[in-house]
């Protein structure tokens, strides 16, 4: 019996201690958590290269046997498809080299407007280009399964395709930018995204095939009260959304005039960006599908002298990393959410190509290929695998995840916050343990990253992190380590998004069919606001006020972007959720702005 209570306490006090304040990680690694559906982390679904290899490659394979991929990879985008065949109108013939259900390899086939939108003297905002666009889709459909020998899983008939829309009908009186022939553009290429989707639907050998869009550029929806968002991303589920597998869009920080002159999009905004794709889609097609990632990190700088000389700079090149394992927390907790994530690391390029300066290969001046600082992005990672465990943190700047693998326990801490953080690491019941090996990555500004590794016998207690650092610390037990309890996380979204903010007025939320049990919850409420108004909202679940004491905001404040557009984590005492529907009140004191989703994210153990 005294080990029975001694259980009940430790889970007790780990899901249920008011640690608001201090800053505390605590690990249950004998509880076992699922995101969703799934536990295991799938490696296959983030670590990945931008390139395609279309034949065996000495270095490709360095790169599988040491990062620990698999070893069929052959990369995981490349942008061509079948139609960019298709010149100047024509179509070329098909060679019917294939027949039946066709299998299908992991990567992205993605492609350009312009392949569809050829004619530079057209004004594709005028013109009727159905019977074209037709004729394109089933090109593109006989292609892949008659042809085709390397079949890709999933394909993205356009890469950024909205951006370019001002590039598709002429100028006139140095008039660069028409809203009224851009959206009729967009239009056009959300309807080519549907109408291909029910095609490639319809062909049975393709049924391995799935097909996403749009690939968004610069997602910055918040943009002009959500113009952006209301002309583009949302335009695109309402048209094609129905016929689309998934959702793709491209996350990057920024630098140079990028992305507000610098901000970034890793931590609370890249969290509401893919909340509002998510909560729009429950809305509108009543289920919430998955989300590819097809691009993401940090866009560096062209060198000085570029393009007379190189574009490669060591030191350049790995600022992207520190972005890279940002958002790869992010996308981490997502689980199934997320099915598809690509960092842009390119693969082996000339140097005086402009996105050198990306490569996760740079040649040397005696022409041999040598890996770049890209690579720590899968080196910290390359040994971690298992299934997902319970983890508790007072920090929501320090981004943790953590694994189990047979008699090893995997932490993996990211600091988003741009100070060193001090962290109380506990590990629960830690009696068997072995030995530790922390591994830390450390991303500068000013110089090429340091990786160092350390053992010790015992567990740390105490850690300090930078700004920018992964430290991934692995646990040796003597012993396989049995999962003793189970946690579910579940998210559940609600029919009203996008809600004017008015000062002292409560915007109503209504999640149904709501499972509760011992655990934990969180409100996840993102606002697109002018950087002046107030971030602190005033929260009721089931008429019962919200004390909030603690930091809800992943990551910086969002300084220097144009106005604040992110995610507010609100934990939430699971008590005061009832079983099936739920009702949240958000208010804010000032006007401004828009409450763009809501979604209450549940976690309850099994006993």
Request: with cysteine; charged share 30%; hydrophobic share 35%.
């Amino acid at each position: 019996m005294k080990h029975t209570i001694n259980i009940f306490f430790i889970v007790f006090t780990f899901y249920f201690s008011p640690i608001f304040g201090q800053s505390k990680i605590t690990i249950d690694y004998k509880t076992k958590r699922f995101v969703g559906e799934s536990s295991s982390f799938n490696r296959d679904k983030y670590f990945n290269i931008h390139s395609k290899f279309n034949k065996p490659d000495k270095e490709l394979s360095e790169f599988i046997s040491t990062y620990n991929i698999r070893s069929d990879y052959r990369g995981s985008r490349g942008l061509g498809n079948p139609i960019a065949r298709i010149k100047k109108g024509k179509f070329p013939k098909i060679k019917k080299l294939h027949s039946g259900i066709r299998d299908v390899n992991g990567h992205v086939d993605s492609g350009r407007a312009k392949y569809v939108f050829y004619q530079k003297e057209i004004d594709y905002s005028l013109t009727d280009v159905t019977e074209f666009s037709n004729k394109a889709a089933d090109f593109a459909v006989d292609y892949y399964r008659y042809q085709e020998d390397n079949l890709p899983k999933y394909f993205e008939p356009f890469n950024e395709p909205m951006v370019h829309a001002n590039d598709f009908y002429p100028k006139k009186n140095n008039k660069k930018y028409d809203k009224e022939k851009i959206d009729k553009i967009i239009t056009k290429m959300c309807e080519f995204h549907r109408d291909l989707g029910k095609k490639v639907h319809a062909a049975s050998e393709l049924k391995n095939m799935k097909i996403m869009g749009y690939a968004s550029a610069f997602p910055e929806f918040e943009s002009k009260d959500f113009y952006v968002w209301n002309t583009r991303y949302k335009k695109f589920i309402d048209i094609a959304g129905e016929e689309m597998d998934l959702f793709s869009v491209h996350l990057y920080d920024g630098s140079g005039n990028v992305n507000n002159a610098g901000g970034r999009r890793s931590g609370s905004n890249s969290e509401a960006i893919l909340d509002l794709i998510e909560a729009y889609s429950y809305k509108k097609l009543h289920v919430v599908k998955p989300i590819a990632v097809t691009e993401f990190g940090r866009l560096v700088q062209d060198q000085p002298n570029f393009p007379d000389t190189r574009n490669f700079e060591p030191v350049e090149n790995s600022q992207a990393v520190r972005s890279q394992i940002h958002m790869l927390m992010n996308f981490i907790e997502r689980g199934d959410d997320i099915e598809l994530t690509i960092p842009f690391s390119t693969g082996k390029v000339k140097p005086t190509f402009r996105f050198s300066k990306a490569s996760l290969w740079n040649k040397t001046e005696s022409g041999e290929w040598e890996f770049t600082p890209r690579k720590y992005y899968f080196e910290i990672w390359k040994d971690v695998k298992g299934d997902r465990v319970a983890f508790n943190s007072a920090n929501i700047d320090v981004q943790t995840q953590a694994f189990v693998d047979g008699k090893n326990l995997y932490v993996v801490l990211n600091n988003l916050n741009d100070e060193t953080q001090q962290v109380n690491l506990e590990v629960v019941n830690s009696k068997n343990l072995k030995n530790t090996e922390i591994k830390r990555l450390n991303i500068f500004r000013d110089k090429v990253p340091e990786l160092t590794i350390e053992k010790q016998k015992e567990a740390p207690k105490n850690i300090e992190i930078a700004y920018g650092e992964t430290i991934v610390i692995t646990y040796n037990f003597k012993k396989k380590i049995k999962f003793e309890n189970t946690i579910h996380s579940k998210k559940y979204y609600t029919d009203t998004y996008l809600t004017t903010i008015k000062a002292n007025t409560f915007s109503n939320f209504t999640f149904k069919n709501v499972k509760k049990g011992k655990g934990k919850a969180t409100l996840r409420i993102s606002i697109g606001r002018d950087k002046n108004a107030s971030l602190m909202p005033i929260v009721e679940v089931n008429e019962i006020p919200v004390t909030i004491n603690m930091d809800i905001i992943r990551g910086y404040n969002q300084h220097n972007r144009k106005q604040f557009f992110g995610t507010l984590e609100i934990p939430v005492d699971i008590n005061i959720l009832k079983e099936g529907e739920n009702k949240i009140a958000v208010k804010f004191t000032d006007n401004g702005g828009q409450i763009s989703s809501a979604i209450l994210q549940v976690q309850t153990l099994e006993k």
